[in-house]
């Protein structure tokens, strides 16, 4: 009949309507996921000294943290740090504990700690990495590098310096030139060893400024409407 034909209608109109806004619920739901890993997504290497020649070896432990500075580019908006990658020598003996943080400066040394870095432990020749779910850095701004364990006496990482003040950047970082420092008291003081700095690389994306992030969304948000208008449409004709 009539009236039952209208009454399927209605409910298969109800039943459009409300898928339509579920799917609405998840695409903006998408989106904010989409946000919040676009950094990891499109991090990558963005400045390294790991291709240059290798110059002193230097062991570290609890009584040697060595770090060395790097600064970032000139991006608006900052970097998101996602990783780093050092060069070590074989260790001497059996260290079961390293970690790499980020360090802000502080008039030439390591200041505050900005985070760690976790990864394997480096225990053989070769190039090791490390990983963060992000670190958030300035534009134009100097930081450190720092490799820290808590090993005592003979039981030391081994770390590659070079004496070369050459670099690689995507992105208009630098490495400082001859820049290894070291502490003896878990970053008390440091003192300047100076003639070399760490080999490594550092893993980042810049960040879209907000105008940037805002035509993302904006885009998004064009093909969510679109796709409703469709599925209304559908329903109600």
Same mark, same amino acid.
């Given at each position: 009949t009539r009236k039952e034909s209208s009454a399927a209608s209605d409910v298969y109109k109800r039943q459009?309507?409300? *898928?339509? /806004?579920?799917? &609405?619920?998840?695409?903006?739901?998408?989106l904010a996921i989409c946000l919040a890993i676009l950094p990891r997504l499109l991090s990558a290497q963005i400045v390294s000294?790991?291709?240059?020649?290798?110059g002193d070896t230097f062991g570290m432990?609890?009584?040697?943290w060595n770090a060395t500075s790097f600064t970032t580019g000139a991006n608006a908006g900052g970097y998101t740090l996602t990783g780093a990658t050092f060069s070590f020598a074989a260790a001497s003996n059996s260290p079961s504990?390293?970690?790499?943080?980020?360090?802000?400066?502080?008039?030439g040394e390591p200041g505050n700690s900005l985070g760690a870095l976790t990864g394997d432990l480096p225990l053989?020749?070769?190039?090791?990495?490390? *990983?963060? /779910?992000?670190? &958030?850095?300035s534009a134009n701004t100097t930081y450190f590098v720092v490799a820290t364990s808590t090993d005592t006496g003979i039981n030391r990482f081994r770390q590659n310096l070079?004496?070369?003040?050459?670099?690689t950047s995507s992105d208009g970082w630098t490495i400082g030139n001859q820049a290894h420092v070291l502490t003896e008291d878990q970053g008390a003081s440091w003192q300047n060893e100076g003639g070399q700095s760490l080999m490594f690389s550092i893993s980042a994306t810049p960040v879209p400024e907000p105008h940037e992030y805002a035509m993302f969304v904006g885009l998004g948000l064009m093909g969510f409407v679109a796709a409703r208008r469709h599925l209304v449409s559908k329903a109600l004709s």
């Open positions: 459009i309507l409300t *898928s339509s /806004t579920r799917k &609405s619920h998840g695409l903006i739901r998408f000294n790991l291709d240059q020649s290798v432990n609890q009584d040697n504990n390293f970690e790499a943080r980020i360090y802000d400066d502080n008039s053989t020749a070769g190039n090791h990495a490390f *990983s963060t /779910t992000g670190i &958030s850095l070079t004496a070369s003040g050459t670099e």
